[in-house]
């Protein structure tokens, strides 16, 4: 197996010149708009070219994010910047949205397609879902185990990207929801405020360490990871210059010292130390520093690391050129090469210059300390003595240098393409509209069962639409599978839990955590009963959507706003451990409930209001959707048929003392 690849983050030309001079062998870089990090500096077009042409000479190649959801008026306008990328010799594109992904693909087949950690791929049957798409590589989620990276690998064969150093979060990977629906900057679109990096309860009770996994790169090499992820594009030069050159060394080989160690955590590290993350299985109980409460949620950058990284920054890296001079009787060539990258110069021999010897000629090729070279090797074979005046050695270096720069730093690249968005094709929509439910517990289910409602079931039985899992580990496939296979339909939450319906014929409804955000996505649905817009969407926006499919909407209810992997009220080992019902209290005094459901996805922290639009019949009854959910959390079984009977018609609707209307009538940014 080859050596993997080590990956950095580039936020910046500063940080992209400090990766690959400490030694990356490819950077994930954002352009002005559509990538996950619109607070980190990113690059314009111009600012591009020039990153592009610095990566290319020093043979590292360079990923765009385009790992947000796209709303179907910026469709265009980030194909246009795909095929600006493509022109300058863009090594790969990195998305997350489905509907982008198919666009890329038929626009751009030349240009390889990663799909981001953001589309939770985490176990076997999601990623054989994305290769069957023609994805090049799987970036896999956060949560993935060890065990799971090596199931991953050996069922599909995929090229895997793996993270190995920097921030977590708590909520699993493209499922959170918090910074959207607290302060409408959905993380999503790139915009992520960080919620959870504040106080809750007085503690940061939903801030996790940092992963450090320098020590396990061997095990996870032998599990099929073909690149090693550092996070953090919102960084400097110093932290990604630094931690780029610790994991230079431990993938070539030289053993994890407590000196590199002592690097990685001065230069920046959250709370009490370093954490594994899910690598060894472990929850969220060993990521989050539960007790931490006081200034040390953020550790001081040490002396030690400043100096360190300072030392790595002061050095450019060269690259090696072989040098090959010849003369004939009657001209010198002088040869350099790179790879398979040469350039020769050519000039006739004088008749009237003394011939200069092998050795000062040596020394005046080997002068390559204003370029970015430096003479690996250089071999001299003379046929007939060089005369040549040193000035005209000199000017013969300096061209060849200049020719094989400008051949280094350009790249084979796309002739420009124009832009044309697909026709949709449509499915006719549902009429008349259904009423859906999701409920919490029996009492909720029964209640509503009891006056005819239609219920999507936590539980699989036969004639049932099964709600299934968002969270489907390797290790639960075959018996969700087989769930599934007992009911008269399912709702999918994750392209694993798709691949298996399609795989087991059984007929599906696309849940809301498949991010469904465009028009474009629905091709990648063309099976199902219905789809469910993105609960980031406006009612003007999903109205676009259901024009073009049966299209669902979440209607009412706590929006889950984390999914999370264990239970974090009492920082406890054990999803069962967790008692319903527990609030996170932020420092305004909002309480968000937390909810524990062992047979499903673990722990959901959800909204401190519920959406409520059963007063706005108008608004969403006029938009042409198939079916609507209401997501019964800590409502009694009353309330949930008092409700439910409001958004049927059949009683008056109330407002309730504490609710949000949430992305209804104004989006996210």
């Known amino acids: 197996m080859p050596k993997p690849e080590l990956l950095s983050p580039a936020g910046s030309y500063a940080s992209l010149k400090a990766a690959v001079n400490a030694g990356a062998d490819a950077v994930y870089l954002g352009a002005s708009a559509f990538g996950a990090r619109a607070g980190a500096v990113n690059f314009s077009n111009e600012e591009m070219k020039q990153a592009l042409s610095y990566c290319h000479m020093h043979s590292t190649k360079a990923y765009l994010t385009l790992n947000t959801l796209i709303g179907d008026t910026q469709m265009h306008d980030v194909l246009v910047l795909a095929d600006q990328m493509a022109q300058m010799g863009m090594d790969a594109f990195i998305v997350q949205d489905i509907g982008l992904f198919s666009l890329l693909q038929k626009n751009f087949p030349e240009i390889p397609l990663h799909v981001s950690t953001q589309a939770f791929i985490h176990n076997t049957q999601s990623a054989r879902f994305f290769m069957q798409k023609g994805a090049s590589r799987i970036v896999l989620a956060r949560e993935c185990s060890l065990s799971d990276i090596r199931s991953i690998y050996e069922a599909t064969g995929a090229e895997i990207e793996a993270f190995v150093h920097g921030a977590l979060c708590i909520s699993r990977s493209g499922q959170c929801l918090m910074s959207s629906f607290i302060g409408g900057d959905s993380g999503?679109?790139?915009?992520?405020?960080?919620?959870?990096?504040?106080?809750?309860?007085?503690?940061?009770?939903?801030?996790?360490?940092?992963?450090?996994?320098?020590?396990?790169?061997?095990?996870?090499?032998?599990?099929?990871?073909?690149?090693?992820?550092?996070?953090?594009?919102?960084?400097?030069?110093?932290?990604?210059?630094?931690?780029?050159?610790?994991?230079?060394?431990?993938?070539?080989?030289?053993?994890?010292?407590?000196?590199?160690?002592?690097?990685l955590h001065g230069i920046f590290c959250r709370g009490d130390g370093f954490t594994e993350g899910y690598y060894s299985e472990k929850t969220a109980a060993y990521i989050v520093p539960g007790n931490i409460s006081g200034e040390n949620i953020y550790q001081k950058q040490s002396?030690?690391?400043?100096?360190?990284?300072?030392?790595?920054?002061?050095?450019?890296?060269?690259?090696?050129?072989?040098?090959?001079?010849?003369?004939?009787?009657?001209?010198?060539?002088?040869?350099?090469?790179?790879?398979?990258?040469?350039?020769?110069?050519?000039?006739?021999?004088?008749?009237?210059?003394?011939?200069?010897?092998?050795?000062?000629?040596?020394?005046?090729?080997?002068?390559?300390?204003?370029?970015?070279?430096?003479?690996?090797?250089?071999?001299?074979?003379?046929?007939?003595?060089?005369?040549?005046?040193?000035s005209s050695i000199n000017q013969m270096r300096r061209d060849a240098c200049l020719g094989i720069e400008n051949q280094l730093q350009s790249q084979e690249s796309c002739p420009s393409k124009e832009i044309t968005l697909p026709h949709i094709v449509t499915k006719k929509p549902i009429a008349p509209m259904i009423l859906s439910c999701i409920t919490r517990t029996a009492a909720q289910e029964k209640a509503l069962r009891s006056m005819g409602a239609n219920v999507y079931c936590n539980h699989a039985e036969e004639g049932c639409v099964y709600l299934s899992p968002g969270y489907v580990p390797v290790n639960k496939e075959s018996h969700i599978k087989a769930q599934m296979q007992k009911c008269a339909a399912v709702v999918v939450n994750n392209h694993g839990t798709l691949q298996m319906a399609r795989e087991a014929s059984v007929p599906y409804i696309a849940g809301f955590r498949m991010n469904i955000f465009n028009r474009y996505a629905i091709e990648s649905f063309y099976d199902a009963i219905r789809i469910t817009a993105s609960p980031e969407l406006t009612l003007r926006q999903i109205k676009d959507i259901a024009a073009c499919f049966p299209t669902e909407a979440i209607l009412y209810g706590r929006i889950p706003l984390m999914l999370l992997g264990a239970c974090l009220s009492r920082n406890q080992k054990s999803i069962s451990a967790c008692p319903d019902g527990h609030v996170f209290k932020d420092e305004t005094g909002a309480a968000f409930p937390l909810f524990g459901n062992c047979a499903q996805d673990g722990c959901v922290l959800y909204n401190s209001r519920p959406l409520f639009l059963a007063d706005k019949k108008e608004a969403w009854q006029s938009i042409g959707l198939s079916g609507g959910v209401l997501l019964f959390t800590d409502e009694s079984p009353e309330e949930c048929v008092r409700i439910f009977r409001m958004y049927e018609g059949s009683e008056e609707a109330v407002l309730p003392p504490c609710f949000t209307r949430g992305h209804a009538f104004h989006g996210v940014n």
């Open 303 to 390: 002396e030690h690391a400043r100096k360190a990284a300072e030392k790595i920054l002061s050095v450019e890296k060269k690259i090696p050129l072989e040098l090959l001079f010849k003369t004939s009787k009657t001209e010198a060539s002088l040869t350099v090469k790179k790879d398979d990258v040469t350039e020769t110069v050519q000039v006739p021999l004088s008749s009237d210059i003394s011939p200069i010897s092998e050795e000062r000629l040596t020394q005046q090729l080997q002068k390559l300390g204003a370029t970015p070279f430096y003479a690996q090797s250089t071999t001299i074979l003379l046929d007939s003595p060089c005369t040549l005046a040193i």
């Open 188 to 263: 999503n679109r790139g915009r992520c405020r960080q919620p959870c990096r504040k106080i809750y309860n007085g503690k940061y009770l939903l801030s996790p360490r940092d992963l450090c996994l320098i020590s396990h790169l061997d095990e996870m090499k032998k599990a099929g990871v073909a690149s090693f992820k550092i996070e953090g594009r919102m960084k400097g030069p110093s932290y990604v210059g630094l931690v780029t050159a610790m994991y230079r060394k431990a993938i070539d080989g030289e053993p994890v010292t407590e000196e590199m160690l002592d690097n």
